[in-house]
Antibody, heavy 120, light 107 residues
Framework: EVQLVESGGGLVQEGGSLRLSCAAS????????MNWVRQAPGKGLEWISY????????YYADSVKGRFTISRDNAKNSLYLQMNSLRAEDTGVYYC?????????????WGQGTLVTVSS | EIVMTQSPATLSVSPGERATLSCRAS??????LAWYQQKPGQAPRLLVY???ARATDIPARFSGSGSGTEFTLTISRLQSEDFAVYYC?????????FGGGTKVEIK
C-alpha cells in the first residue's frame, strides 16, 4: 500500500523557517516524480513545487520561488520542503503528492497533510 | 499561467440525481486534465486523469469528458459519500494549476 506521511509543520513567526518532510513507503520512491501542494484554510488547492525522480529538475510556483526549496533523498525514501522567509499567506495544510506518470503530472497518491501556521 | 475556472461554485443535488460539474481552461490543455474529490479534513483523491480515464477503484458513476478548454465531470445517481468538493487540475504546462473547486451539497 502506498503511504505518504508528512511531518514538520507547526507554528512559526513571519520571517521564520520550517522544513517539511514526507516519508514514502509501499512503492519504489526513486522512480516517481514528487510534488508539494498546499491549501490555505477554507480555500482551494495550490501546487507549489515539483522535483523529478532523479532530482535533476525542479519547478516552483511564483508565490514561493526564491523562498522555498524542494529536495529528496531517494536512499531514505523521503521528500523535503525547506521554507524560508515565511509569510502569513503561507499558512495552510501542506500535502506531498506523487506523480503517477513519468511524463505527465497528475497526483495519484497524497499524504494526510501537515499544518503550517505563520503568525504575523 | 493557465487559469482554471470551475462552475458552479456550489451545486445542490438530491441523492440519486445526476451532478454535472464544469471546468474551463484559459487556453487549451489538450486532454491533460485531472479531477479530484476532497472531503472535509481529508486529502484529495484522484478521480479522473487524461480528461476521461477513471483512476483505480473509482466507481463507474464518475465520468469525465472534454478536451481543449472545456471539461465536464458527471456523477450519475449521487450517493451520500459523493457530497464533497471537486477540483480540476491541468498538467499541460507549468505551473500546474487547479480550479477553485465545486462544492456538491445535499439538496
Amino acid at each position: 500500500e502506498v503511504q505518504l506521511v508528512e511531518s514538520g509543520g507547526g507554528l512559526v513567526q513571519e520571517g521564520g523557517s520550517l522544513r517539511l518532510s514526507c516519508a514514502a513507503s509501499g512503492f519504489t520512491f526513486r522512480t516517481h516524480n514528487m510534488n508539494w501542494v498546499r491549501q490555505a484554510p477554507g480555500k482551494g488547492l495550490e501546487w507549489i513545487s515539483y522535483i523529478s525522480s532523479d532530482t535533476t529538475t525542479m519547478y516552483y510556483a511564483d508565490s514561493v520561488k526564491g523562498r522555498f526549496t524542494i529536495s529528496r533523498d531517494n536512499a531514505k525514501n523521503s521528500l523535503y520542503l525547506q521554507m524560508n522567509s515565511l509569510r502569513a499567506e503561507d499558512t495552510g495544510v501542506y500535502y506531498c503528492a506523487r506523480d503517477y506518470d513519468r511524463i505527465w503530472n497528475w497526483f495519484d497518491s497524497w499524504g494526510q497533510g501537515t499544518l503550517v501556521t505563520v503568525s504575523s | 499561467e493557465i487559469v482554471m475556472t470551475q462552475s458552479p461554485a456550489t451545486l445542490s443535488v438530491s441523492p440519486g440525481e445526476r451532478a454535472t460539474l464544469s471546468c474551463r481552461a484559459s487556453q487549451s490543455v489538450s486532454s491533460h486534465l485531472a479531477w479530484y474529490q476532497q472531503k472535509p479534513g481529508q486529502a484529495p483523491r484522484l478521480l479522473v486523469y487524461g480528461a476521461s480515464a477513471r483512476a483505480t477503484d473509482i466507481p463507474a458513476r464518475f465520468s469525465g469528458s472534454g478536451s481543449g478548454t472545456e471539461f465536464t465531470l458527471t456523477i450519475s445517481r449521487l450517493q451520500s459519500e459523493d457530497f464533497a468538493v471537486y477540483y480540476c487540475q491541468q498538467y499541460n504546462d507549468w505551473p500546474l494549476t487547479f480550479g477553485g473547486g465545486t462544492k456538491v451539497e445535499i439538496k
